[in-house]
Structure formats: C-alpha cells, structure tokens
C-alpha cells in the first residue's frame, strides 16, 4: 500500500476544498455570508429630539421674556398705582390745609382787628363783621375771653351756626402752644361737618409792657364743604364707594363720597388698620401704605397720611381687583401671546425637524438594504446639502459593492475550482498572484501523515459501488476536517488513503507535534463514526496511520499543462511505508518525529523495521493512545 501511496500522482477532488463552490444554492459567498443582524431602532427618534431642542430654545425665551415683562408690567401698574393715590392724599391735604390755612388766617385778622387799641371801639365789631363776609373761608367768628368763655359771635347773615359756649381746654392749650387749636368736628345738618379752629388773641396789659399776654381767643367752626366738593369730583376718575375718605381723630368720617355718611360723622372701622389710635396720638406725621379690608369686606390697596397738626386722616383705597384689573388683563394678553408664539415655534420647529430627519431616514432604510446585500438599490435625496452629498456617495458606494460583489462571486468561484486540486493556502496565493506557478519546489522540513483504510478490498466485495463511495466520502470528510483543525493541508486522496503535510504550505515549528495530535484524532472520530456507520452500511472502519519528519521537496510537480502541488522525498516514501506495516489503529512514527515532538506523547520502541525500496532499516515508534 505504502507504494501505491508514493507512487500515484493523480487525486480525486477535495471535497472539502470544492464545497464552496458545490452548494445546492450555487452561492460561492454563502460560508462567509454576513450573519443576521438585528436593527436597532431609536428609543428617541432624533425628530423628536431636534423638535425638543427647538422647542426648548423657543420656549425658554419666550417664557423668560414673557415673566419679564409680566413682572415690571405689574410692577409698572403697581407704582403707578401707589403714586396717584399718593397724589390724591396729597392733594386732599394740601386742600384742606389750604382751607383751614385760610380760615386761620382770617381769624388772625379779626382778632388783630379786635385786640388793636388804635381802633376806636364802636368800629371795631363793624370792620370784624366786614372781614367775615369778605373772608371766603369764614362765615362767622366767636370771640372768646381768657378763661374760654363765648363773649361775642360775628356772622354772616343766614348762618346758623353755634359754636361751643366754652372753648374745651385742649384746643386753649393747643392754641397758646402752636398759634392754633385744633377741635373736634362736629355735623352741620345734612352739610358737611364742620371743624373747630382757635387762635389766641394777645395785647399788652398795660400800656408800655413789652410782654403780650393771651387775653381771648377767636373761633370758628370751618367748614369742609370745598374740600367734600373736591373729593365727589374725584368719583369722574374712577373712585367709588370707599375709595376716598377723610376722618378726624376720633375716627369718625368728615368727608366722604358718600356725603350723607360723612354728614353723619360715621365710624371708619378701617382707620385703625391703616394708622391705629397709637399712631394717631404721636405729635408727627405718619404714612400708612398696605392692603387691608374696607367697611364693605372688600381687600383694598390703601394709602393713608395723618396730620398730626389738623388731627386729619386722609385716606385713599382702591380695591385689589380694581388696582390688579390692568396687570392681570396685560398678563392674560402675554400669556396668550406667547401661548401662540411657543405653539407656533413647536409647530415650526416639528416642520424643520421633519424636513432635517426625512434625509436621515431614507438613508437608514438604505443602509439596512445595504446591511442587507441588496446592492442594486439606490437613494435619492432631493436637497441642496450635504444629505443630498452623502446620498450621491453611498449610492456610487453601492454600485461599487455590487461589482465588488460580481468579482467576488468569480473569484470565490475560480477558489472553489482551484481547491478540487490544490492545497487551500496554495489557492489563497494564486488567486492572489503570490505563487510562483512554475515547475520546481523547494526543501523544507515538514510532516507527513499517510492514513489507510485497513482491509478494504473485501469490503468492497460486500457493498455495493454506491455505498462505498457514499461511505468513502463521510471518512473523507471527516478526516480532512481534522487535518484542517490541526493547520495541516490534505495533498492528496489515493483510493482508501489520505496524505496529509505539514508545514509544507505554511511553514510551522511544531509539525511533528499538530501531525501526532491529528493522528490521535483521526483514531478517535473513525471509533465513534462507527457506530454510525455499522448502523448505515452494516460494517466498521479501522485505519492505519505512518507518520515521518524530515526534508522534503515541497512545489509544482508535473508538466507545463498539468501540475500538481505535492512533496516528495524520502521523507514521504518512508511515511507511506509506515502507514503499510501499521496495524489496525495503530500510529507508528521515525525517530525523526519522535524527537521533534515535545507534546508529551507516549512512545513505545519497536526497534529497526527493514521497509521496501530502503537498504537500511528504520527504528519505529509506536504512539501509545
């Protein structure tokens, strides 16, 4: 057999080699085809982000700008607001200061006309009576002694007026201390009330005195009609019910809108949450700013100012859902404003990203037709940008890959021809153009491995010609498949018998080593294949297995027209010749790979075994399994 082996140069194809280009589906690609890929899809669609984000950078401002303006609008609104009740406060003051300023004034002059002794007494009530009527702020004046009793009372015809008969001591006091007392108001019938105002009279109590003493006073119940006029005209702008009102230091109303609440000198329940008794009783003025609730139950802004001189409160309050109307009306309208203004920049902003991502997509469906080897497909992006850029270049790229893809397919195919005879790495080189394809080879140390079926013939003579070759190819297959998984190339199948080599294609250090585990392996498939196989075709296999190291000519063997990839030499014969004198699943090996090996591998020494065709024996090892 070992000489069979040697000699014969032909061999079958390679089934392993050929399978590329033998699938029942004629795809040489389909072993090295891409495997399944499952496609990703966003959790967030980048539409949704790009809206988001345009949304964000719309609405953030807007809603900034629209708190902004809110803000300084209501406190615009607010300000506006304090200052006219401010200016209406001070207005009232500075009226009823003026009044009583007048009134003060006209009573200064009757009483220097009274206590003038260069005037000749029966003049004097006349000329009194005269300043009166003319004084536009007095229509009448009492005079009263020093002890405050009434002695006299000057005027105008048709006034009713009474005052007190006995000046209270307060308003005396008041008076001598400051030039001018303040009293109690009091009602005037369905008119407005009336105020108490003193001045003290002095004159010298002896001619020559330096000193002037108080020697009477003069009064005189002003009224606060003008100023009750002033304060109705203030209801054409705006103010109604509670809004303005002036109480005098009891807390009672001295004029008011509402003149029939004011001629009844009625309380103020709420003077004393804007300037309470305690503050009213200081010898200052005081300012009182602040919501509270007015007679009605109605929460109002309020500004309040007591005159501490004229023992007068002047208020001014507006109810809060009147003071509030402008600023609230002005946010509603801003709101809705930017309401529009951020819908319809979401609106925008989802039209943009839709327009952005519609490339996008169309790109992703390309690539997956990509992914998906469909290499006649083509995109199409109708824009001006670099999408449109990026659609025309991936399109060109599919075009390559698809001739890419043809070429392929040609060169895979010519690959799967080349392997029915050569070794695959040998194919690698020359669809390459890396091997030399001229006759001739090269020394090189390598190992080679003969593995022969044992008595094939007579099972030849009990199997049909179908079945053996059905059974030769499974035994092919497996073995070729544990030659491949060991790094060595099959070169060639001789009838029942396979000859494998290593480091002939692909030089490697441990041959003799990836040779013995091979072996090993082959022993191990064929015993457990043959369960199968006695089950299917009603027989077993046993092999036997040579292998030798050494030099050997590695290259093209043969003529110009038909070559073949192979080694020969010495090392070769004496491999074929072990394999001859094996037993069945025995592996017998030279000293040469004995002593390459260092794979820990048990030996047993057979001793010199003479071998057909060599003049001198060669010691045999067998490998213990």
Known sequence: MGERCAAMSAAPPDPALGALSSRPDGDPLASSSVPNRKVSHAKIPFRAKLTFLAALLTVV??????????????????????????????????????????????????????????????????????????????????????????????????????PPQQLPSAVMAEAEGQEVGTGDSVADGERAPRVLLAIPLRARAAEGASELQVTGYAASLVSLAPVQARVEELASSGFEGDDVFVADSQGRLVVHLDRARASALDRAPELDQLVGPDARSEVRDFIGVGPNINAAGVPTISTAFWSHRRRFTIVVQVPEAKAY?????????????????????????????????????????????????????????????????????????????????????????????????????????????????????????????????????????????????????????????????????????????????????????????????AAEDMLRFVEVANEGWFTKYGVRIELAIGVNSGPAIVGNIGSESRMEYTAIGDTVNVAARLEAIARPSQILVTQATKNLSDGGYDFADLGDRAMTGRAEPVHVYEVRL
């Open 61 to 162: 401002p807007l809603t900034v700008v629209g708190f902004l303006v809110i803000r300084d609008a209501t406190s615009t609104v607010e300000k506006l607001n304090r200052e006219f009740r401010a200016q209406v406060v001070g207005n009232i003051q500075a009226m009823i200061e003026s009044d009583l300023q007048g009134a003060q004034d006209g009573l200064d002059l009757v009483g220097r006309t009274i206590t003038d002794p260069t005037i000749d007494e029966a003049l004097v009530e006349p000329l009194a009576a005269n300043m009166v009527a003319a004084w536009e702020s007095l229509d009448h004046v009492a005079v009263y002694d020093a002890s405050g009793a009434r002695i006299a009372l000057i005027a105008e015809p048709g006034v009713s007026v009474e």
């Open 325 to 517: 109307s402008a600023p609230r009306e002005m946010r509603a309208v801003i709101l809705a404003v930017v309401g529009v203004a951020i819908l319809l920049a979401l609106i925008a902003a989802f039209i943009v990203a839709r327009q952005v991502t519609r490339p996008i997509r169309e790109l992703s469906m390309f690539a997956e037709d990509l992914a998906a080897r469909r290499w006649d497909k083509r995109v199409t992006l109708r824009t001006l940008d670099e999408f449109g850029v990026l659609g025309d270049v991936m399109s060109n790229a599919a075009a390559d890959l698809q001739a890419s893809e043809r070429r392929i397919r040609r060169e895979e195919a010519i690959r799967g021809d080349l392997g029915r005879y050569l070794p695959a790495e040998i194919v690698d080189r020359v669809v390459k153009r890396e091997q030399d394809m001229k006759l001739g080879g090269s020394r090189r140390e390598v190992s080679v491995l003969f593995a022969d079926v044992v008595a094939f013939t007579p099972l030849t003579d009990r199997l049909g010609a179908e079945q053996i070759v059905g059974l030769l190819n499974e035994l092919f297959t497996v073995l070729t498949e544990v030659v491949f998984r060991h790094g060595g190339t099959i070169d060639k199948f001789i009838g029942d018998c396979v000859m494998a080599v290593w480091g002939a294609a692909t030089p490697a250090e441990d041959h003799a080593d990836r040779a013995l585990a």
